[in-house]
């Protein structure tokens, strides 16, 4: 059992308590297979990951992953532990599941710093949104359709050097641009979980290479 503390709040972003990881997701699951709704939230962080040539790296998730099974999904997505911040998570999880080192800076050094920093040995990476209600949607390995909610961080990186699956949890990086990207979610949709989807419609104006 995951026994990971997280910190649980209302749809209204006020602060209930906090609770195991899984046992919020057991409770939220039958809420919503009871009523179709689901009253509270937890916080997390996703990650747009690109190289200085403007390409898109996608994680795909394990065809064993219990949730959206062998789908490509946003770069890095994670739980914001109780007390921990969405900076200090993104940083970890990017060294826990693709072994890269990085660093968060503001909006104002964002370009300046992806232009001089070699890349090949540290991500550069900034907060590009903070949605405070990020629905996810998630298929399960038996096809039932259920939502996640989130308080979402939401962050845009460059970087140029080596990944390495520590995790388990992926089988493997892809590497887009953004043109292949928006050509295979019209021809095949169904490779993709509904995250990228969202994302690149949102953000799609900020994916694109260090000139």
Known sequence: MNKELLEIYDLNDKLIGTQKRDEFYKEIKEEFAKTGKISR?????RLFLLNSQGR???QKRSRLK??????????????VSA??????????????ELGIPAAIVPYEDFDKAIKSTDLSIIGIFRKIDLNQNFMSTRISIN???FFKPYISSIYLGYYDGSI???????????????????????????KFTEDVKFLLNKYENLLKPIK
């Open 143 to 145: 096809q039932i359709k």
């Open 41 to 45: 939230k937890v916080k997390s962080i």
């Open 56 to 58: 898109i790296y996608l």
């Open 164 to 190: 390495k699956f520590k995790d388990g949890e992926s089988t493997g990086i892809e590497v887009f641009s953004l043109d292949e990207l928006k050509d295979e979610l019209k021809t095949n949709p169904q």
């Open 66 to 79: 219990p949730e959206n099974p062998g789908l490509y999904d946003k770069t890095v997505g994670g739980h």
């Open 83 to 96: 007390d921990d911040s969405f900076d200090m998570t993104v940083i970890r999880e990017c060294a826990e």
